[in-house]
T-cell receptor, first 112, second 111 residues
């Protein structure tokens, strides 16, 4: 059972376009992280959101945590080829030690 | 602070052999988790260690094992390698709870 779902699974867009990817669950998370991974490398942390409704911006990337802390979105404005990669969301569940669960990822390709 | 380091970065083995991978977490991080990543299955959780104790375990066969040392460094071992074990093995460290920070991974190829 996939506790964290991401959509779309694949996305191919032209440079300069905007895009949004989604991370959804039926579970409540104490925090949620977004990572970007390039081929052959480990995921690199982009942001952590902890408060329901929280919005964080990282240059052209905007992250939002749902009010109920069950979902999140990542919006990229004016995508560039350097944004290409696998975007993973990960939720920390409220257990005695905040067990982390990863989604399957969205593979983004930005064509010059 | 230095990031998470993993050694070796690349490894080629043959079926039936065993392999040991090493991970050094970020200084001060006591939790180390291991993941297997393949194109078909994505990121799959292997196990997590905290203060030298296995705190959580994924659904992998007993051929996959790990340990953590008193300095928080961790190793994972895969015995009797199979072709399907070819993957990127990722180590992640975190403070007691919350966000994980990944190393660059070890690319294992089993022939």
């Amino acid at each position: 059972t996939q506790l964290l779902e991401q959509s779309p699974q694949f996305l191919s867009i032209q440079e300069g376009e905007n895009l949004t990817v989604y991370c959804n669950s039926s579970s409540v998370f104490s925090s949620l992280q977004w990572y970007r991974q390039e081929p052959g490398e480990g995921p690199v942390l982009l942001v952590t959101v902890v408060t329901g409704g929280e919005v964080k911006k990282l240059k052209r990337l905007t992250f939002q945590f749902g009010d109920a802390r069950k979902d999140s979105s990542l919006h990229i404005t004016a995508a560039q080829p350097g944004d290409t990669g696998l975007y993973l969301c990960a939720g920390a569940r409220k257990t005695s030690y905040d067990k982390v669960i990863f989604g399957p990822g969205t593979s983004l390709s930005v064509i010059p | 602070k230095a990031g998470v380091t993993q050694t070796p970065r690349y490894l080629i083995k043959t079926r039936g052999q065993q392999v040991t991978l090493s991970c050094s977490p970020i200084s001060g991080h006591r939790s180390v988790s291991w993941y297997q990543q393949t194109p078909g299955q994505g990121l799959q959780f292997l196990f997590e260690y905290f203060s030298e104790t296995q705190r959580n375990k994924g659904n992998f066969p007993g051929r996959f094992s790990g340990r953590q040392f008193s300095n928080s460094r961790s190793e994972m071992n895969v015995s009797t390698l199979e072709l399907g074990d070819s993957a990127l093995y990722l180590c992640a460290s975190s403070p007691q709870r919350g966000t994980q920070y990944f190393g660059p991974g070890t690319r294992l190829l089993v022939l």
